[in-house]
């Protein structure tokens, strides 16, 4: 097993492409209110989790509900891509608002196994110049996350480390 230590009250961040597994580790790992999930937020304001005009909207609604559950010194987990560091930049300032710490989980896994997974998805269609592009944008996002100083990043690599991964809620 793999303890991946993290703030029982506080900010988890999700981080990798599409396919990588974050609903997936998600769902495995945390109750389900306590995961926020970009995709159920842009469903939420327009019945469809793929339509990207409603992305500005489906993050102001995640961002409210992040703002709300860390008030209340709730786990939040942000199920999104966060490849981003504005995006991310925006979410550890709500933390820090209710002075609370962040921590992110990466799921960094091979790119020929994202693909793999990306083309046997029945839940959604990915394009290969998509993939393509969040991979490289990956690769910068894990020397800014170095630089970010979390509370704890864990940086997961192999399929077999994500299995093997266990959460310890640390006060
Ligand atoms: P998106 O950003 O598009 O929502 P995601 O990172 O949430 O993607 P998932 O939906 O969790 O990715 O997983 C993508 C595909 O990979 C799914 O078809 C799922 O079955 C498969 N998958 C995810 N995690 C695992 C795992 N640990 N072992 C085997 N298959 C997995
Ligand atoms: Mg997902």
């Given amino acids: 097993t793999r303890v991946l230590d993290l703030p029982a009250a506080g900010l988890v961040l999700l981080v990798g492409v599409s396919g990588a597994g974050k609903s997936t580790f998600a769902a495995r790992h945390f109750r389900p209110t306590q995961v926020v999930s970009s995709d159920r937020c842009r469903a939420m304001v ?23 559950r860390l008030r209340r ?28 710490p962040t921590a992110a989980v990466v799921l960094d896994l091979p790119a020929d196994l994202i693909r793999e997974r990306t083309r046997n998805r029945s839940d959604r269609v990915i394009d290969d110049d998509v993939t393509a592009r969040q991979l ?3 690769r910068r996002a894990l020397r800014q996350l170095d630089q970010e100083k979390y509370r704890a990043l864990h940086v997961l690599r192999t399929p077999e480390e994500v299995d093997a991964a266990v959460v310890r809620l640390v006060p």
């Fill in 73 to 100: 010194g709730l786990l939040t987990v942000v199920d999104a891509t966060n490849l981003h560091p504005h995006p991310r930049q925006e979410l550890r300032r709500i933390a820090k608002k209710h002075c609370l």
């Fill in 46 to 68: 327009s019945d469809d989790e793929n339509d990207q005009s409603a992305t500005a909207d489906a993050f102001e609604l995640l961002h409210s509900v992040v703002d709300r």
């Fill in 136 to 138: 490289h944008d990956l």
